[in-house]
Structures are given as C-alpha cells and as structure tokens.
C-alpha cells in the first residue's frame, strides 16, 4: 500500500514518484536497488503530502518570516543554486560539502549512492531541468517542499578494445538520464534564505532506457 488517500487526485509528480518506487521493487538496476533501501523512508516523509492546500499552507508559514518567498522564485533557486551545489558535490564525493547541505538521514543517503557508483566510472553533471515543486508540508523539522528534477548526466569509463595482438584502454563516454526526488527542509530560525534550506531525503532514478 502506497499510503496515498484515494479520495485525493494524484499530482503528476507524485504520480510519478510512486511509478519510480513500482519499478525499484521489479528492477536489478544497481541504482534502483540502492534507492529502494531508502524509496520507504522518503514515502513516509511524502505521505500525506498530496492533500489539497498543503503547499499554499507551507508556504504562508514561510511568509511569515520570509515575505517576499514565492514558488516561481524558489523553483528557480532549486535549479540553479540548491540542486547543481548538492549534485555537484555527491558527483566528486565532496562528503564535506554534503555535509553541510544536508540533514544527517539524506547525507546517509548520498554517502550509499556514492558506494553504488563507485564502479561505475566518473560522472558529470550537464544539464539540470525545472524544479517542479510537487508536494508541500509542515513537518516537525519546519517546512519542506518536495520536488522532482531530471538531470543528463556524462558517464566516463575505462574500457579495453583489442586491437591486433594488444589489448587498448580507452575511455568511453554516455549520457543518462537520471531523475531525483528531494525533500528540502527550511530552518525557520534562520532568517537569511540563503543559508536556511537543507536536504531532508533524496531518491535517485536511472531511466532504463538510458541504462547499460
């Protein structure tokens, strides 16, 4: 059981949330493998979450010591603030820099799906898309906003060709798509919103057909 009401209409991103979680359990995609140790922990934060008025309420909460907060704006400081530091950072394995973006339950997180990708060569990051704000709620850590973002990402990695008598390695390069769900959690004791938003749960989604 999912836990969402019925009598409530899916948004698409939480539609599309619960299609991620099916696919985990019915996957051997190393990454989806990983993300489904933590996809039941991330739905626990997100339950509930689908209720109308929920993200209008989140946000006059936050008005109340930030009023010029707006959706549009903070979309847009996800996309080119928040999510490229956060994502740069689990892409070099910058646990220090993790660290100070994250609650202590994402940085866990971060830190298995910097495991998981060890084998798999270097990554980098080469294209973030909208921020699309899904989901809102108060919580007991304050205010947190869930959302999705799709990413490209440039995968690296060494591989041997034979060539003649010798046996060559070369790097080769692929571009997947790679999809996140994020909780961010604002701290309402701070008063500069630059420095208030943290991570509280992350979820990472290969797109198979992008996978080999």
């Not at 626990?44 to 929920?54: A, L």
């Not at 709620?137 to 060539?163: R, W």
Request: contains cysteine; aromatic residues 10%; glycine residues 6%.
């Amino acid at each position: 059981s999912s836990g969402i009401n019925a009598e409530w209409p899916l948004r698409p991103g939480i539609d599309k949330f619960l299609e991620y979680r099916t696919k985990m359990e019915e996957s051997d995609n190393i990454f989806m493998r990983a993300g489904y140790t933590m996809v039941d922990s991330v739905s626990g934060i997100f339950r509930g979450m689908v209720q109308p008025h929920d993200i209008s309420l989140t946000v006059a909460e936050i008005n109340k010591i930030e009023p010029t907060f707006s959706l549009p704006k903070f979309g847009s400081r996800l996309r080119f603030d928040i999510v490229p530091n956060v994502l740069e950072a689990y892409l070099r394995a910058d646990l220090e820099v993790l660290e100070n973006w994250c609650h202590e339950r994402a940085y866990g997180q971060f830190k298995q799906l910097i495991e998981t990708r060890k084998d798999l060569g270097a990554a980098r990051l080469i294209d973030i898309g909208d921020c699309d704000v899904v989901a809102g709620k108060m919580l007991e850590q304050g205010p947190v906003f869930m959302f999705n973002v799709q990413t490209q990402q440039l995968f690296t990695h060494a591989k041997k060709v034979s060539n003649g008598d010798t046996v060559e390695v070369v790097d080769e390069d692929q571009i997947k798509m790679i999809v996140y769900t994020f909780a961010v959690c604002r701290d309402q004791s701070l008063l500069d919103p630059t420095a208030a938003w943290l991570v509280l749960e992350v979820m990472e989604h290969v797109t198979a057909e992008n996978y080999m």
